[in-house]
Nanobody, 124 residues
Framework: QVQLVDSGGGLVQTGGSLRLSCAAS????????MGWFRQAPGNEHEFIAG????????DYKDSVKGRFTISRDNAKNTVYLEMNSLKPEDTAVYYC?????????????????WGQGTQVTVSS
């Protein structure tokens, strides 16, 4: 079992920055590929970014490339999402997720464990 705790969300103005964290406990996070998803009201979970088990491969949704950066610190069992140049359309609940295979996938059904979510609101 893996437990994930998301944090770092908040209210920020357009163009601002936030850093989300996902702290994992239980099974060693270094064994897992990790992803960040978001869900706006009325929408399904949307893949934002993923990182492989080793951290040498990343993947991003096109609309966040160049603005968001996913990283991981396996020694701290923590994954991060650095978000810059935020836009109102980035407003959503953000979730981290973990999958028990080492490679990134974009489908939410591929992930076995989920954090509780953290709200990100970008004001115009």
């Amino acid at each position: 079992q893996v437990q994930l705790v998301d944090s770092g969300g908040g209210l920020v103005q357009t163009g601002g920055s936030l850093r989300l964290s996902c702290a994992a406990s239980g099974r060693t996070v270094s064994l897992l590929a990790m992803g960040w998803f978001r869900q706006a009201p009325g929408n399904e979970h949307e893949f934002i970014a993923g990182i492989s088990r080793s951290g040498d491969q990343t993947d991003y949704k096109d609309s966040v490339k160049g603005r968001f950066t996913i990283s991981r610190d396996n020694a701290k069992n923590t994954v991060y999402l650095e978000m810059n140049s935020l836009k109102p359309e980035d407003t959503a609940v953000y979730y981290c997720a973990a999958k028990t295979y080492p490679f990134i996938e974009r489908g939410p059904s591929s992930y076995d464990y989920w954090g509780q979510g953290t709200q990100v609101t970008v004001s115009s």
